[in-house]
């Protein structure tokens, strides 16, 4: 069953409005040819509801499964420190033992999450409880990923730096997620440098982000088996509204390849180069380049 949270919801209703959020639609059955013709192609969003329905892993997949299979490995953590300038930027907050990390995200709220975790090399038997989607190819078989969160847990609005298509698949509870394509970069207050945005979506403040009102953008909530096809490049901001899990399949064309290399590149380079020589100075510089175009969208 879907809970219904809404926390940006109520927010609407609190302060009138707010960006326009369309929901994303949900469908089942398509084909190869619809789905490349009427998404793909178009980069348009959309839930696809029977995807991992023949899939092992959404039956199998539970806490207690993990726990009981994959507890002792170690993995690293983030809390919503991960984007503070500062001697943190970027790095894992702790690690710890799997089985007391899923322990933590069944109790209750926390920041805690995991992702960009290759689960799978340490476990690759988890790769048979799951297949490509037959809709399309290109997929990048050996990089499937996993991301966890607790309840309350965040993934503040970015775009995937290695610029892929994405199919995100959810497991056992509900994920909200916000979208963006990506002409709305100004609108979001895009730092320069970065996949980052540096609004914040459960907490927006239209004083500082006036811009932001006039942001358009999609949402849902994502419910257990259910798979999100993300365009490449598209804006995302994700929120746990309780402790869960999501598996992304990946997929490539030359072009996202080839602007995904470059991101890479300028973002490990660039963005960590001068973060650590200047830290909250390089953050400043960032944040009034991205005020400066947000005024210039709002003037145009
Ligand atoms: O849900 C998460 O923890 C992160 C998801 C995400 O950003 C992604 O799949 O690219
Ligand atoms: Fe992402």
Redesign the pocket.
């Known amino acids: 069953m879907i809970e219904n949270i809404g926390f940006v919801k109520d927010f609407k209703h609190k302060r009138g409005i707010i960006m326009q959020l369309q929901q994303i639609e949900r469908v089942s059955g398509l084909t190869r040819r619809d789905f490349e013709e009427e998404y793909l192609k178009k980069s348009k969003p959309v839930v696809i509801t029977d995807i991992a329905t023949q899939w092992a892993a959404t039956e199998k997949w539970t806490f207690k499964w993990l726990q009981d299979n994959y507890g002792h490995l170690e993995v690293p953590l983030y809390d919503n420190s991960f984007r503070k300038p500062g001697k943190n930027y970027l790095t894992p907050k702790v690690k710890m033992p799997f089985g007391d990390y899923l322990d933590i995200i069944q109790a209750g709220p926390t920041e805690l ?3 960009l975790f290759n689960i799978f090399k340490h476990a690759p038997e988890l790769t048979n409880d799951f297949s490509m989607p037959t809709i399309t190819d290109g997929w990048l078989k050996n990089i499937p ?1 996993m ?3 607790g309840q309350g ?1 965040k ?1 503040d609005l ?1 775009y ?1 730096l290695d610029c892929a298509t ?1 199919f ?1 698949t959810h497991f056992q509870t509900v ?1 909200k997620v916000i979208l963006f394509a990506p002409d709305q970069g100004d609108y979001i207050y895009q730092h320069p440098f970065t996949v980052q945005s540096e609004v914040e979506l459960d907490a927006p403040n239209f004083d500082k982000h006036p811009a932001l009102k006039y942001a358009k953008g999609y949402e849902t909530d994502l419910g257990h088996g259910e798979t999100l096809f ?1 365009p490449h490049l598209w804006w ?1 901001f ?1 929120y ?1 509204t309780k402790g869960g899990f ?1 598996l ?1 399949l990946r997929r490539h064309s030359a072009y996202t390849f080839a602007r995904g290399s470059f991101n890479l590149a300028r973002h490990f380079v660039v963005d960590k180069g001068m973060n650590m020589m200047l830290g909250e100075k390089w953050t400043a510089y960032k944040a009034n380049k991205a005020k400066q175009r947000a005024s210039s969208v709002l003037a145009s």
Do not use: N, P, Q, T
């Open positions: 999450r995991m992702f990923m991301f966890f969160g847990a993934v970015h995937d994405v995100i994920k993300m995302h994700m746990y999501s992304s």
